[in-house]
């Protein structure tokens, strides 16, 4: 008993001097992680490179919302298991980067924005665009308080995926990316929990064997599912419909769902009506 | 800081509704750039382009357009050889004794299924040039005195083996489909001159045809052309394993006479492993068979130059039992085989006597005639490529794969290649996945190479231990491991589930 008592008493403690000094960000981006990733312009969209658990990770992702708006009765029934399900569907992807995840959401027919701080990588994004052909898909260099200003209330989704990771203002963020939502839409967030067996495998393991490219992720600036959502639940008037552990094989290259959340979860979030 | 950056257009609310202006506009953006070799008009786009229009070309197009996730996209199919009458299938059901083409294949209960699910199957069936596989018998050449006879493993099914359906009434049937789908376009008498493979997923590839100046671009491009894949040797870092089995297989049509008691007369299938590689005979129906003999270059060259009634003559020996060898080892081998196969028939088999008696008497069935002119011969090879796939190209059937026939499973692991891809496909656009994307085939090539490699290994090593003359182990003593592996196999009724499992293709 003491012990477990002892043990939340220090994240307790953690967790208050992390909202404290993180409260102190205004901004919600950090120009170090946008040169970070910037720099990997070079081999974002290289389905072999660095980044391949960024490109094999679409599948679970995409269906993820694509059942996630099928449960709130979002998707046309006549578009349901088709490859026009995200059709007449607004979408806000924040923090696109090179649009790896966006353009799988166009090409199902979403009506997709994307929006990231990194000049390089939206230019990225809008070279590698030319592919898809007349879909509709739009990307913006600049960061969700300055899209929230002239958006507010215009989306049914937004998807914020392998992004609150790198952002110092939880907060913040979320509450501008509820902004833009309409009441009733949906927030899917995809993140790795701050916890040893992710502590472990995403920077100890991760990044020393090269699967990520080394300093991307800052392991104290990960959140925890209940963090999150209290966030969401408490300051952004939203309800939690799910949230679903995620799990990673970097010798196949496979992501898979599980029951445990101690490596990554995906969460999903309805505004209030 | 984080100014807003317009790339495309000045106008944002604009572009917002006009997104045909958005791509013609970024197109010009890229042009721009100095990127000259994507969407230029000259060259016409298709989502798919298939090069080979052999059977498991055109069956991946015909699975392709009837996936309901992939309906609408465009389907290019290129073949090398021209429109031809041969699939003209009215000529097959006008005149039922039309002669049987000396090309079949042993269609499995797996391919049927894929065959079933493109409607092409019923149209084989409305002509009733199917005829099926009802029992399998397989034996091996000894040294003449204990006949062979308890060295025959029988496989025999309720339902049917296999079907043996002539090669062009397949393709008359797949080719009948096709040109009821709107979105398959075919392309006969093409030559194609180069196959360009993007680097990254961002390009397209492009197929370059040689007779006018044509060129195709696509976002997938599926290999289907045979052995000598052109579009195999395009994949960067490609390496294939492949060697040559120095035999020939000769093939030809033929009258014969079997037993009139038999059970399941004109639904036999015999295979007998003669010393220099397996002779097959495959049921057409009741009087008429397709042979695939499997010979030493030199054999099959003598071969060719006989008469049919020499050829006959020469059929008819190899098949029956040999004279009695002079040979001590050989014959001492024999016996232990022999007394082996008692052993276990007392022990292990579970079929009567007499029943097993009885199917052995019509072992080997006598030809008595042979349809002019129907005699061919073919090499016989083995080869494997690494990579079935690549950015934005996969290989299916021979072009990834060549088999020795004598399990007769070569063009049925094409067809799982066929439904292996398309799964896949289907898959990665519901999920807004690029078709090409590399990732998405990845997964095929997983599930493809898991299914085939352990066949090819296996039909490899019967071929190396039954199909060919071995110069290093004296004779008795293959004729003794060959014979004791028959009778293994036929005992041990594990053993015999798990190949005729295996051979139907599927699932376990």
């Avoid at chain 1, 708006?69 to 059709?87: A, D, H, P």
């Avoid at chain 1, 980067?97 to 994307?114: K, M, P, S, W």
């Avoid at chain 1, 898809?132 to 937004?158: G, P, V, W």
């Avoid at chain 2, 028939?345 to 069935?365: A, F, G, R, T, V």
Wanted: glycine share 6%.
């Amino acid at each position: 008993m003491n012990l477990i008592a002892k043990k939340t008493n220090i994240s307790n403690s953690f967790f208050i001097f992390r909202t404290l000094t993180q409260n102190y960000v205004k901004e919600t981006v950090n120009a170090h992680e946008v040169e970070h990733h910037s720099n990997m312009k070079e081999y974002w969209w290289n389905s072999n490179g660095p980044l391949n658990a960024l490109h094999s990770f679409n599948p679970l992702r995409v269906s993820f919302i694509i059942n996630g708006l099928t449960n709130m009765k979002k998707i046309e029934t006549k578009n349901i298991g088709t490859r026009q399900s995200l059709e007449n569907i607004k979408i806000l992807d924040v923090g696109c980067g090179g649009g790896i995840l966006t353009e799988a959401l166009a090409r199902i027919d979403g009506n997709v924005t994307g929006i990231d701080p990194s000049k390089e990588l939206i230019t990225i994004a809008n070279d590698h665009s030319v592919i898809l052909r007349n879909k509709n898909i739009i990307y913006f260099n600049e960061s969700i308080e300055e899209h929230a200003l002239s958006n507010t209330e215009s989306y049914d989704a937004i998807v914020t995926s392998e992004v609150l990771e790198h952002v110092s203002n939880k907060y913040g963020f979320l509450t501008k990316c509820i902004d833009c939502l309409k009441p009733g839409g949906s927030l899917f967030v995809t993140t790795p929990n701050r916890t040893i067996c992710s502590w472990l495998s995403v920077i100890v393991l991760g990044e020393t064997l090269n699967f990520i490219p080394k300093g991307t992720h800052e392991w104290e600036k990960f959140i925890c599912p209940h963090e999150l959502q209290s966030i969401l639940e408490n300051n952004c008037e939203c309800d939690t419909i799910s949230i679903n552990g995620l799990s990673y094989d970097p010798f196949t290259n496979r992501w898979s769902w599980t029951d445990s959340t101690d490596l990554s979860y995906a969460l999903h979030a309805v505004k209030r009506i | 800081m984080y100014q807003r950056m317009i790339f495309i257009s000045s106008s944002r609310t604009h572009l917002k509704t006009n997104m045909m202006l958005l791509n013609s506009s970024a197109n010009r953006l890229h042009l721009s750039l100095g990127n000259v070799s994507n969407y230029s008009s000259r060259k016409k786009y298709y989502d798919i382009v298939i090069a080979g229009g052999g059977m498991v070309g055109c069956a991946m197009a015909c699975k392709l357009s009837k996936e309901a996730a992939l309906s609408g996209m465009s389907i290019l199919l290129l073949e090398g050889g021209p429109n031809r009458k041969e699939y003209d299938l009215f000529a097959k059901k006008n005149t039922l004794d039309k002669p049987y083409s000396n090309r079949v294949s042993a269609v499995s209960k797996s391919s049927v299924q894929l065959l079933q699910s493109i409607g092409a199957w019923q149209i084989i069936e409305d002509l009733g040039r199917n005829n099926a596989v009802k029992e399998m018998r397989i034996w091996n050449s000894g040294a003449g005195r204990s006949g062979g006879i308890n060295n025959v493993l029988t496989f025999d099914n309720d339902n049917d083996l296999a079907y043996i359906v002539e090669n062009d009434t397949i393709l008359g049937a797949l080719f009948k489909q096709i040109n009821e789908e709107q979105n398959i376009t075919v392309n006969y008498d093409t030559r194609v001159n180069q196959f360009n493979l993007p680097d990254s997923n961002r390009d397209l590839a492009t197929v370059q045809v040689a007779n006018g100046e044509i060129s195709f671009e696509t976002s997938l491009l599926i290999g289907s052309d045979g052995y000598g894949s052109k579009v195999r040797s395009a994949i960067s870092g490609q390496q294939y394993i492949g060697w040559e089995y120095s035999q020939r297989a000769v093939v030809a049509t033929l009258h014969i006479q079997s037993d009139e008691d038999d059970t399941y007369k004109g639904h036999v299938a015999w295979q007998k492993f003669a010393q220099l590689g397996p002779v097959a005979l495959l049921p057409l129906d009741d009087k008429t068979c397709s042979l695939v003999w499997t010979t030493s270059y030199e054999e099959a060259n003598r071969l060719a130059e006989l008469s049919d009634n020499e050829f006959i003559d020469a059929l008819n020996d190899s098949l029956s039992e040999e004279k009695e060898s002079n040979n001590t080892s050989l014959l001492l081998a024999d016996d232990a085989a022999h007394i082996l196969a008692k052993v276990l028939n007392k022990y292990c088999q579970s079929n009567d006597e007499n029943k097993q008696n009885k199917k052995i008497k019509s072992i080997p069935p006598i030809v008595v005639g042979l349809i002019k002119d129907s005699r061919a011969s073919f090499p016989l090879g083995f080869g494997h490529a690494c990579q079935y796939v690549g950015q934005r190209v996969a290989l299916v059937g021979d072009a990834a794969h060549r088999i020795h026939p004598l399990a007769g499973q070569g063009v049925n692991l094409g067809f799982s290649d066929v439904t292996e891809l398309s799964n896949q496909l289907n898959q990665s656009v519901l999920t807004g996945a690029d078709i090409g994307d590399l990732n998405a085939l990845l997964n095929y090539q997983t599930a493809a190479q898991r299914r085939n490699v352990p066949i090819m290994l296996g039909v490899d090593g019967i071929q190396k231990m039954y199909g060919s003359k071995n110069n290093l182990v004296p004779p008795a003593i293959t004729t003794l491991i060959r014979n004791v592996g028959l009778t293994i196999c036929q005992s041990a009724s594990i053993v015999k589930k798990l190949l005729s499992d295996k051979a139907s293709g599927l699932p376990v």
